[in-house]
């Protein structure tokens, strides 16, 4: 769906992002990692002109994207940033309306959509006509994505829009997102310095250094087999296990036919998030249950265990 290649943009005669070639498919969720300074904002604004190449090409749905009309570019992208970027005096649901408004809209489209809007990102009705200092952070940032998704864009373009929130809160909007991905079939590119937000959305990572990519694939390739020391560095070589962790859920873990009383973990839970009820809890077992919360089986602790030696042993 989008094509870089082998695209340079210099600042002041130093390549912010140099001779960069990447694919990003349609309905992938794509995220850039690296260190600060690495282009991945850079890259990132390429996509929608907010930064223009200066070398090679850059290609939407097989069109240059320098051919196109770059507010109709824009309009087929939406582009949710840590900052927000609210007006601070339109009502959230006026914030929400920026694009169908610009698109032309009928009113009752509009209000139908925000409400849709409001209700996926978890915001009930009674947020529309508040102004955005009325609003927590993480409400803010959930305006803002929902600002992103309005006109049903056909990429989603994410610059650290989780950044600046408490974990729990950033959990929760990184589950939203993953949802939101899974129901719409969005092409999604998001960029992040967290390597576990990265692992948790990721269909592919690409990760870069001094504007170069360093390697892109799965989250699994990334951790089992990574290209160079860089790359294993990265991602950590001594908490390899406990992040493969992240790749897996306790519901595909779970002991069939198996099953006992006690709280229960829900089956899209993470195993590394398993992981930390088995300590707080001190227990060695815990009860899964499926999306309807009926009984799906029985997480063993020791299983994880053994799953994580297992990861460990494999990748050194
Ligand atoms: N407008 C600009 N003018 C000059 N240099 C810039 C500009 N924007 C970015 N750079 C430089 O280009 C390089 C890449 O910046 P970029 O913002 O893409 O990195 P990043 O990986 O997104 O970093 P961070 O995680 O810190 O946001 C950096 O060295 C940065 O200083």
């Known amino acids: 769906m989008i094509q870089f290649n082998q695209v340079s943009k210099y600042y002041h005669g130093n390549a912010a992002v140099s001779d960069l070639t990447l694919h990003i498919g349609r309905g992938d969720f ?5 260190t600060s300074g690495s282009g991945k904002s850079t890259t990132l604004k390429m996509i929608n002109r907010l930064v223009e190449h200066d070398e090679g090409s850059i290609t939407f749905a097989d069109e240059e994207i320098r051919a196109l009309d770059i507010k109709a570019l824009r309009r087929r992208m939406g582009y949710a940033i840590q900052s927000i970027g609210l007006f601070p005096h339109w009502s959230v649901e006026k914030n929400i309306a ?3 408004e610009l698109l032309g809209w009928s009113k009752a489209q509009i209000a139908s959509r925000v409400s849709e809007l409001l209700a996926l990102l978890g915001l009930d009705d009674s947020f529309r006509q508040r102004r955005p200092h009325q609003l927590s952070g993480g409400q803010q940032q959930r305006v803002g994505v929902a600002r992103a998704l309005a006109a049903d864009p056909e ?4 610059d650290e829009p989780f950044g600046a929130l408490d974990p729990v809160t950033r959990t929760a909007l990184q589950q939203e997102m993953l949802r939101i991905h899974q129901l719409s079939g969005r092409t999604i590119v998001l960029v992040t310095h967290d390597i576990d937000e990265a692992l948790f959305l990721a269909d592919k990572i690409v ?4 504007g170069k990519v360093m390697q892109q694939g799965t989250p699994l390739e990334m951790l089992t087999q990574p290209a160079s020391d860089f790359v294993r560095d990265f991602f950590g070589r001594n908490e390899l296990g406990v992040r493969l ?3 897996g859920q306790a519901g595909n873990m779970a002991r069939r036919g198996e099953w006992l009383e006690g709280e229960t973990i829900p089956a899209t839970m993470t195993l590394r998030e398993a992981l930390s ?3 707080s809890r001190q227990q060695e077992k815990l009860p899964v249950v499926d999306e309807q919360g009926k009984p799906l089986g029985v997480l063993w602790f020791s299983d994880l265990l053994r799953q994580r030696r297992a990861s460990n042993a494999t990748t050194g």
């Open 30 to 34: 794509t995220v850039l990692i690296g």
């Open 98 to 100: 920026t694009v169908p």
């Open 155 to 158: 990429v989603l373009l994410m």
């Open 207 to 210: 990760l870069m250094d001094g």
């Open 245 to 247: 962790l992240s790749l």
């Open 277 to 279: 009820q088995f300590i």
